[in-house]
Structure formats: structure tokens, C-alpha cells
């Protein structure tokens, strides 16, 4: 018996007054996913702050805390030598009173904002900068430096023009300036000092990771566990009941993380429902087999920020479907702690 974790990023909410004061998960009947909170074992763990550091205990049983620019730089496979620094970067928009991370980005904005960012590279040259963009105006960047300066991490907004820049400042108001307050912030930044050296549980040694972030992709580099790149959810998926025949699978939905930072409420319930439609649909692939359900931490569609919480997960071997009398989500008593709920969900 093989077992399929699927992690729903940021599924977890706050009551939405447009779903009659429930949260998503609440609002609707799940058929597959509640079947597995009813038939299998359903409860709690402890949310993180952020994917990466949730992933880092949840595959090693260790509180690890390997900076994200760093993850980030393994999940897009980019050089990192001893002597570097890598940063992720968000875009921003500048405003007179702080800062506001930009989570709507058209293709034209990122586009214009590789340009800009491309053209101002001189004034970082002193550093031999290198640049990775993936989507969405986001990317990781890497500088000949042993210095980690800090920056405000997102999502939530920055009050004020406090905010050191350091020696990106230069660069950062420059691209601004050329985009109309249209800018990037690096943030999360670490060396291959910070790497961790942790091994993976014996249960995420056979497990493969199958993501389009970084962020997931990262953490099994960092590890050293098998990984495989998809375009988006559906291809995700295809290719974790495809594995699921051999390996133990971790699937990685990170659309739920993406439509609450938009806060879209609506928006969160349709993908959530397509998940699944697309798990009934594919049933008989997982019939005999453990799936399983874990949430990094919640996302406020309401506010748009990462919300610090207990998590729910579930998990149950996928049998004919029957009758359903829990709901999966944010209310449930039994606690599981995260460094030791891999184990228990893959039945070791």
C-alpha cells in the first residue's frame, strides 16, 4: 500500500461573511476529501509561518529553518557557491506610506519589471548579480557577497519608509522610479552555510515530490528526496496517480495559497471543489491505496495574510465511497505534532 500526501496550500481560513460567516472548507460538501476525514484518522498539527519551514519539519522531524532564498535557489536548480548569497524577490509597489506586495501581476507587468530590473543591474555590478525569474514577476537572485542583509518578508504590508535597503536601495528605487512605484524586494536570503544538513524521515525517503514551486522543490533538494516538475494542478496530479503504482507520493497544491492572497473567496471554493472532482474522477487510480490531506497554514481570504494556526490533515485508505458524516476543516480536537505526523500518516 502506497500513500498519496496532498498538501493544499493555505486552505485553511477565516469565516468569510460571504459564505454565511463559514470558512471555504466549511462552505461546501467535500464527497472525497470529507470521505477520508470520516472513514480515516482526522485532526491537527501545528501550522508554520510559511511552506518551506512546515515541509522542513513535516519530511525531517526537525524544526529546520533553512532560509527561503536559499530553497528557492535549489527548486530552480541555480548555482549557489560557498562565497554567494541568494534572495528570493517578490514584487512591490512603492507607496508614500510603505510598502504593498503585489500578488496581481499581469504578463506585460513582468515583462517590463525583467526589463527594468535587467537594465539596472549596473547599479549592483560590484556584487556580479545574477538573475532567475520564474512567474509572476518572482524569482531568486544571487550576489558574490558573505553579507545576509534583512528585509521585510510577505505577505504581510510594510507601514512606513523605515525600511533599510541596504545596498539594494539604489536599485530597488531606481526600478521603481522606471514602473511607477513598481518594484521587487529580495527577502529570505542565505548561504550554503545555512543549508541544514538534516536527513529525511525514512517514510520521505521513498517518497517523491511533485511540485511547480520552488518552495516544495527546495525542500526535497535540500534533503535529498526524488522530485518531479509539473506545469500546474492537473499535470500535478496525473503524474502523482501515475507514481502512486511505485512510491509514496507527496502532491504539492499551491493555487490555494495563491487565490488567498488575492482574496477571492469564491474563487478558493471552486478550486478546492475542483480538487476534488478531480480526486473522484481518478478514484479507481487510488482504490487500496492511503491519501492523505495536510494544510501548511491558513490564508486569510479576507485579509490577504498568512494566518498562524493549528492545521487540520486527514488520512484513510481510499475504498468505495460511502456516506460521509465529517467535514474536513479548521474544527477538530485531536492533536498531532507536525515532526511526527509524516509517520503517522503513512502508517509507519
Known sequence: MNTLVILLDGAADD???ELGGLTPLESFDKRFIDGIATSGDFGC???KGYTHLFLLEFFSGKPLNVPRGLIEAVGLGVPVEPHQVAYRFSPIH????GIEWAYRVSREMHES???????????LTDLNPRLYFYEDGRGVMTLDTDHVQAFPSPP????????????????INRTAKDLDGLTVMPWGGGSMLDGGGSKPLPPAKDMVVVSQSPSALGVAGVLNMRRRVVDNMWSGFQESFRLLKTSNVFMHVEETDDISHRRAPDQKVSLLKEVDDILLENVERMMGHRVAFVIDHGTSSVTG?????????????????DRRTVRFCEKTDKYQPL??????LVGK
Not at 512603492?94 to 506610506?97: A, E, F, I, L, Y
Not at 519589471?113 to 547599479?123: G, H, P, R, V
Not at 504581510?156 to 536599485?171: D, I, Q, R, S
Not at 515532526?339 to 503517522?344: D, F, Q, T, Y
Request: net charge positive; with cysteine; aromatic share 4%.
Open 113 to 123: 519589471l525583467q526589463k527594468a530590473m535587467i537594465s539596472n543591474l549596473d547599479l
Open 156 to 171: 504581510a504590508p510594510v507601514v512606513g519608509n523605515g525600511v533599510k535597503l541596504g545596498e539594494f536601495e539604489a536599485f
Open 45 to 47: 498539527t501545528d501550522g
Open 339 to 344: 515532526n511526527r505526523l509524516l509517520c503517522s
Open 94 to 97: 512603492m507607496k508614500g506610506d
Open 15 to 17: 469565516k468569510i461573511p
Open 305 to 321: 495574510q498568512h494566518i498562524l494556526m493549528k492545521t487540520p490533515y486527514a488520512a484513510g485508505v481510499v475504498t468505495v465511497p
